[in-house]
Every structure is written in structure tokens, then in C-alpha cells.
């Protein structure tokens, strides 16, 4: 590879990026998703191609270190963060699912499959003590097979798939508990965002939960009355414990205030939406209207935090960019001729 193109600004600032990276996807798609849900389609989309620009720029980025670096991509790989990339293809998986465009959202869900397969056991391998908040991507990583999967289920009535969704939804449940024990309470005063998906991991799963209760009203015979009965208090608890972090995560930003850009505080623009998502989704398969304007207030706080950390983003992109431009040029004047 030619100097030139090794040093070049864009390519030095883009390789700085860390895994939880990802998050920006995450919230972008999710955001997006629950403005659907309430029928602002022409933002909803906007998001979504936000997302899906994003998506594809961390993905280029995730093989070239694995084909030019594979020990710097495997000691990633090790890390919570890197979860962040199974999550974020099936929050865009959902999405395409619910544009009706069930071959490419499938084709999502065998990828989201593939990369949880290979990065969720190094991932809980590397766990430790008081971790920060990134420790509840396993869970969310993990329920987001289950919602593209019950998602689908519904939209091609697929009963093999809604049961098959069933797997991660239970597991994701089992990651969480694992996981509340490990994370650092402290995180949640001191914590730079990430934190907030110790809330953020149960609306995932309420919203799983959501979707599962959804395939199941769609006609087919999934499971008889007794189990859904369980899954439908399940899905209820889920939410109602979600909605019970998200007042006290508040709350501890209000008490406690962390200004100032951070890239995870992508991670708290996600369980913001997905607070949003979820309840919008429990309020239409519980037919519980009453919910409906609670979602509508999460969704507007999401998108104002979304707009708040992109603008934090930008600026931070341009101050990298000028920083990588100043690395590039001393790479070049010291490269040999």
C-alpha cells in the first residue's frame, strides 16, 4: 500500500473509531423504526438511510481490520462493544422488515445470526468485575435476533421462526441477570453514557416480547393460551422495569451532569428510542391506547437527544479530521522517497 493512501486524513481518523462505534446504527435505526410506528414515514426513512450510510461505512471498516490487522481485530473482538455490530444489523433488519422487504431483512437476520455465533463466547469471555454499561450488549445483541426474527415470522407467517425467536428471547433474559451483576452501579453517576443500556437492554426485550405476542395475532398456531399468558406478563414486566430505569437513569443525569460529547452517548440515544419503540409496540399488541402518548413523548426526547449527539459528533469528526490531516502530512514529509 502506497504512502499515500496509507496516511491519508479520512482513512487515519476512521480507524480510530472504537467498536461501540456501533451505537450510532443502533440508536439511528431504532429511531427510526419507532418514528414509523407513529407514522412519520418521511423521517423515518431519512434515519434510515442514515443509518444504512453508517452501517456500511462500520462494516467496510470491520473487514479491512480483519484482512489488515487480524490481532488488533481479534484483541476487538474480545471487547463488549463489538456486540454493538450484531445489534445494529438487526435493528436495520427490523426496519427493512417493516418496508416489506422481507428477502433483504432475512438476509440480515443470517448475518446478525453469523457474527453473534462467532463474537458473543470472546466477548463473555474477556467479562470482569464492575464493568460499565456495554456489558448488557450481550443481551441486546441477543434479543435482537429475537425481534427481527419474530418481526419476520409475523410479516411472512413463518411459525418456525417465531419459535425459533423464542431461543434468544429466553437467553437475552438469562444475559441480562448475568450482566446486572457484573455492571457497575456507579456507572450510573459517573458512567460517559453506556449506562444507560442496563435500561436500554430491557426494552429490547420488552420489545422482543412485543413482536413475539404480534406473531402470534397474526393467525397462526404458535403456542397455546398458558404460554402466552406468560409471555404476555413477561413482556409487560419487561416494560415496566425498562420505564422504571429510564426515571431513575434520568434522574441521575439531572442530579449528576456528564456535558460534553462522548461517542457513548450514542449508547444512550438507543435505549431512548428503543424505550420509545417498545412501549409504542406493547401499546398496539396489548391495545393498551393509554400507552400511546408516553410513546410519543419518548420517541420526540429521542430524537432530540439523537440531534443533540450528532451535532456533538460532527463537530468531534471535524477536530479528528483536522488532527489525522496534521498526523497524515507528518507521515508523508517523514515516508521514504
Not at 443470517?110 to 469471555?125: D, E, I, K, N, T
Not at 398458558?226 to 422495569?241: E, K, M, P, S
Request: hydrophobic content about 60%; overall charge positive.
Amino acid at each position: 500500500m502506497s504512502s499515500g493512501t496509507s496516511s491519508s486524513p479520512l482513512r487515519i481518523w476512521w480507524a480510530q473509531r472504537p467498536p461501540a462505534a456501533g451505537a450510532a446504527v443502533m440508536a439511528t435505526g431504532i429511531v427510526s423504526v419507532a418514528l414509523h410506528l407513529t407514522g412519520h414515514e418521511a423521517l423515518s426513512r431519512t434515519a434510515l438511510v442514515l443509518a444504512c450510510v453508517a452501517w456500511v461505512a462500520l462494516a467496510a471498516a470491520f473487514v479491512h481490520l480483519l484482512l489488515a490487522d487480524r490481532a488488533r481485530w481479534v484483541t476487538r473482538a474480545g471487547t463488549p462493544g463489538t456486540l454493538a455490530a450484531v445489534a445494529a444489523t438487526t435493528v436495520l433488519g427490523t426496519r427493512f422488515s417493516l418496508l416489506g422487504r422481507a428477502s433483504l431483512a432475512a438476509g440480515l437476520l443470517a448475518l446478525a445470526a453469523l457474527l453473534w455465533l462467532g463474537l458473543l463466547v470472546p466477548v463473555v469471555r474477556h467479562w470482569g468485575r464492575r464493568m460499565p454499561g456495554a456489558v448488557f450488549l450481550g443481551c441486546v445483541a441477543t434479543e435482537g435476533l429475537a425481534v427481527l426474527g419474530a418481526t419476520l415470522a409475523a410479516a411472512t407467517s413463518t411459525a418456525w421462526l417465531a419459535h425459533a425467536a423464542l431461543v434468544p428471547f429466553w437467553l437475552g433474559i438469562v444475559l441480562y441477570l448475568v450482566s446486572l451483576f457484573r455492571f457497575d452501579l456507579r456507572q450510573v453517576v459517573r458512567g460517559r453514557g453506556d449506562h444507560w443500556v442496563a435500561g436500554g437492554a430491557l426494552a429490547i426485550s420488552a420489545l422482543a416480547g412485543a413482536k413475539l405476542l404480534a406473531a402470534a395475532g397474526t393467525g397462526m398456531y404458535l403456542w397455546n393460551a398458558d404460554d402466552q399468558a406468560v409471555l404476555h406478563d413477561v413482556t409487560v414486566f419487561l416494560l415496566a422495569l425498562d420505564l422504571a430505569w429510564y426515571a431513575v437513569l434520568l434522574a441521575a443525569e439531572i442530579a449528576w451532569p456528564r456535558p460534553g460529547y462522548d461517542v457513548r452517548r450514542w449508547s444512550t440515544v438507543f435505549p431512548l428510542g428503543m424505550t420509545a419503540a417498545a412501549t409504542l409496540s406493547v401499546a398496539a399488541v396489548l391495545d393498551a391506547p393509554w400507552l400511546d402518548a408516553p410513546g410519543d413523548a419518548l420517541l420526540w426526547i429521542a430524537v432530540a437527544g439523537w440531534l443533540a449527539v450528532a451535532a456533538g459528533a460532527v463537530v468531534r469528526a471535524r477536530s479528528g479530521l483536522r488532527s489525522a490531516a496534521s498526523e497524515a502530512s507528518v507521515i508523508r514529509s517523514t515516508a521514504p522517497r
